[in-house]
C-alpha cells in the first residue's frame, strides 16, 4: 500500500513538472528530467536524511510514474498547456500523499514524531521546490498569495498522531491525503494566505501614504 501511495504521489509530481516544461519551452529530454526530479526529489532528500540508500536507485519502478508523467504530456501538450491550473491541481495531489508517505517512513525508521512530520514535509515540497529553482520560476513555496507548506504541515501532523495512537491504517492515510488535496485547492480558489514575514512594518512600508505627486526615479 506503501508503495502504491509513493508511486501514485511521484506521477502527480511527474505531471506537474512535465506540464512546467512544456510552459517554459523544454524539449521532452528536459521534460522528462523535470519530471524526475519534482517526482523522485524529495524522497531521495528525504531517504538520504534518514541514512538510506533513496528507493529510487534500488527499484527501478520509481521512474516508471516519472517517465509516464512526461509522455502523457508529451502527447496530450496541445490540449492542456493552456490550462495552467492544471499544475497546481498535480501539485497538490503529490503533496497531500507524500505528506503522509514522508511521515509514514520516517516513524518505520523510529524517527520520533516531530522529526517525522519535519521529514514528512521536506518530502512533499522538495519535489515541486526543486522543480520550480530549475525551471527559474518563483516556487510555490514561496508564494505569499497562498498557502503550500501549511496543509502539508498539518497532513503530516495528523498522520504522525493517527501513528501515535495506533489508529493509522491505510483508509486512514488516504483520507489524510485527500484532506491535504482539498485544503490546498481551497486556498487556491479563496485566497487563503497566512501573514507576511514583516507583519504591520511591511504593510506601513510597502504601501506608502499618498502625499502629493511622487518622484520617479
Known sequence: ????????????????????????????IGSMFLAGVAGLGGGVVRDLILDQTPATFTNPIYFSPAVLGALLVYFFTPAVQ???R?????DAGGLGLFCVTGTMKALTFGMNPI?????????????????????????????????????AITGATCTSLL???????PLSGVIVAVLVFLARLASLKYGWRVPMAAGHWHKEHSNPPNDGPQRHY
Open 115 to 151: 522529526t517525522a512530520v519535519l521529514l514528512g514535509v521536506t518530502t512533499a515540497v522538495g519535489g515541486g521546490l526543486l522543480r520550480d529553482v530549475i525551471s527559474n520560476v518563483t516556487p510555490e513555496l514561496f508564494n505569499p498569495r497562498d498557502i503550500y507548506a501549511l496543509p
Open 163 to 169: 501513528w501515535a495512537l495506533g489508529w493509522f491504517t
Open 1 to 28: 500500500m506503501f508503495l502504491i501511495i509513493e508511486l501514485t504521489g511521484i506521477f502527480f509530481f511527474a505531471v506537474s513538472g512535465s506540464l512546467v516544461a512544456a510552459r517554459r519551452g523544454f524539449d521532452v
Open 82 to 84: 493552456k490550462l495552467q
Open 86 to 90: 492544471l499544475i497546481l491541481l498535480f
